[in-house]
């Protein structure tokens, strides 16, 4: 589903057949302005999605766009001026606020705990614990914050899991059962695998075909030893339940990647609001 489609989803849930109250309030004649005005210190995501629920709204609907996505903004802050028929600027009002608040929180989280790797050569990556329908937008999020996407689906990226090893009968088998079916099927598509502990790693390092290794759930003292015996050999990724609290060490090993799923899935909405404009 793309982002208009979203959009017009997302409309349709919220007006149905008209927003009574604005239709029984506003003249239809009336026309006025409003700034969307920030209320928290954060980074701004979701500026474009407002434009365009304004768009299909009511085309006739102005936005200015005043501070970029990507930018840190405070209290006070106007991001954006919208000008145009008065009853379309507050029947969009919410729906855009709901985008902008929970990209921007996404991206503020994301810059927080990106922050937490200054000096290092980690990169921050989000997972697929995403709302359902709301992948792209929130990925693009992440990617406001300082971070970067992990694969966006099932389809751009094989990882083999701790369950896929289990089923396929070992790494091994599940390597070889990858490269032929990505053989048969004449696909060009990056392998990473999953290990749990030193074992399946040496198994891994003694079959190899893989891009990516991601060492779940090692502390940061095995996650080193692990980071030093694959020796550049394959891109290396430290996954499970890694905080902005306790990231740090984990970024000092060496490691090239770390995924948190709480970019997407833990996340408090950035305060902001639109108010009208009296000229």
Do not use: W
Request: no cysteine.
């Amino acid at each position: 589903m793309t982002i208009p489609q979203i959009i017009s989803e997302a409309l349709l849930e919220d007006i149905r057949e008209g927003d009574h109250t604005s239709l029984a309030t506003i003249p239809p004649e009336s026309k006025g302005t409003a700034e969307l005005i920030i209320k928290q210190e954060g980074i701004l995501a979701g500026t474009e999605i407002a434009r365009e629920v304004y768009r299909q709204v009511n085309d006739l609907v102005k936005v200015e766009i005043l501070i970029p996505d990507g930018s840190k903004v405070k209290p006070g802050d106007i991001v954006m001026r919208i000008s145009g028929p008065s009853m379309s600027i507050l029947t969009g009002e919410r729906l855009a606020l709901n985008f902008m608040q929970r990209m921007s929180g996404i991206a503020t989280q994301t810059h927080k705990i990106a922050k937490k790797l200054d000096g290092t050569k980690a990169k921050i990556l989000d997972t697929r614990k995403t709302t359902p329908l709301m992948r792209e937008i929130e990925k693009y999020s992440v990617r406001m914050g300082g971070g970067a996407n992990h694969r966006f689906g099932l389809f751009d990226l094989i990882l083999i899991k701790d369950n896929h090893i289990d089923f396929a009968g070992g790494i091994t088998q599940a390597i070889d059962a990858t490269h032929e079916y990505l053989k048969k099927n004449n696909l060009d598509i990056k392998i990473e695998i999953e290990v749990r502990d030193f074992k399946e790693l040496n198994e891994v390092l003694a079959r190899g075909g893989v891009h990516r290794v991601m060492l779940d759930n090692f502390d940061p003292a095995m996650l080193k030893k692990a980071v030093d015996l694959i020796d550049g050999r394959f891109e290396t990724e430290a996954s499970g339940g890694i905080t902005m609290e306790t990231i740090r060490p984990f970024a000092e090993t060496g490691v090239d990647f770390i995924s948190v799923g709480a970019l997407t899935h833990k996340i408090i909405s950035l305060d902001m609001s639109l108010l009208a404009i009296h000229e």
